[in-house]
């Protein structure tokens, strides 16, 4: 995958740690990480973050949550420069290794995780059931895989909103229902599945976002990113929050258990 390619190239990394914070690339910081979390116990795991984006989260991880060890991957370089400066300036490089890997099967050994972490990167991984078999495998017995997604509220083909947020968004998102992701980890062998609806958390959040973009930021991310990339996110932006008000957008909270 060439630079241009990259659908998280440094500019966008930067507009996105703008409205989300430094090594974010979802939203929601620290506090909705902390709902995400909730319950889990990290410490003296070894844990896989799959899509770790630029960072931000495994110092969390680490610094917060006591995780002994987390192995990153990502499929992009752009995002991965960015997560090495991040934890480098963390000083916890001895705790975290980060990885580039190809789209397709987990390239990692069975039972290698005590548990399996991904905050709203399995919408890029089309294939649910091949992932959800793929995460059971590398999990020992016991261990966890805590996720947070973002959803679609049906099957089948998505409305025209639903159509026109996708398109400007322009990230190869494949989103799947509830019903789907269900269906996939409970087929792979998961119990104790439990999914959690943030849509509503979200729309209220999105809203304030765009508020920002249209007004305290504005004037510095156009300085920083210029016209073109802002205009385009305040765009999108307006018409994610159309379907986050009508539900058919609805990131969730994804739990399940490896017996």
């Known amino acids: 995958m060439t630079q241009s390619e990259e659908l998280y190239p440094e500019p966008v990394i930067g507009f996105l740690e703008m409205l989300w914070g430094r090594g974010w690339l979802s939203p929601g910081g ?24 630029a960072g931000g989260i495994d110092c969390l991880l680490v610094s917060d949550y006591g995780a002994a060890k987390i192995t990153g991957i990502d499929v992009e ?12 300036e963390a000083g916890i490089s001895d705790r975290v ?46 261990g966890r895989f805590v996720a947070s997604d973002w959803l679609m509220s049906h099957d089948g083909e998505p409305s025209p909103e639903m159509r026109a947020y996708l398109v400007s968004e322009d990230l190869d998102f ?31 959040q999105a809203k304030r976002e765009l508020a920002l973009l249209q007004g305290e930021l504005q004037a510095e991310a156009v300085a920083e990113l210029g016209h073109e990339l802002v205009d385009h996110n305040i765009r999108t932006w307006a018409l ?20």
């Not at 995780?113 to 709203?120: A, I, Q, T």
């Not at 929050?241 to 009508?246: C, F, M, N, R, S």
């Open 30 to 53: 620290p506090d909705e990480l902390q709902r995400l979390l909730a319950g889990e116990d990290f410490r003296g795991k070894h844990v896989l973050d799959i899509g770790c984006g």
């Open 77 to 88: 370089a752009s995002v991965l420069a960015a997560a090495h400066t991040r934890i480098h």
């Open 97 to 142: 290794q980060l990885m580039q890997v190809e789209p397709g099967p987990l390239p990692f050994a069975d039972a290698m995780f005590d548990m399996v972490f991904s905050k709203d990167s399995i919408v890029h991984i089309p294939d649910k059931h091949e992932l959800a078999k793929d995460v059971f495998h590398v999990l020992k017995p016991g």
């Open 174 to 204: 494949g989103m799947a229902s509830p019903k789907v992701y269900t269906d996939a980890l409970e087929q792979a062998g998961f119990v104790d599945v439990v999914l959690t609806n943030r849509n509503v958390w979200y729309c209220d």
């Open 240 to 259: 994610m929050i159309k379907v986050l008000e009508t539900g058919e957008h609805c990131p969730h909270h994804v739990r399940g258990r490896k017996p």
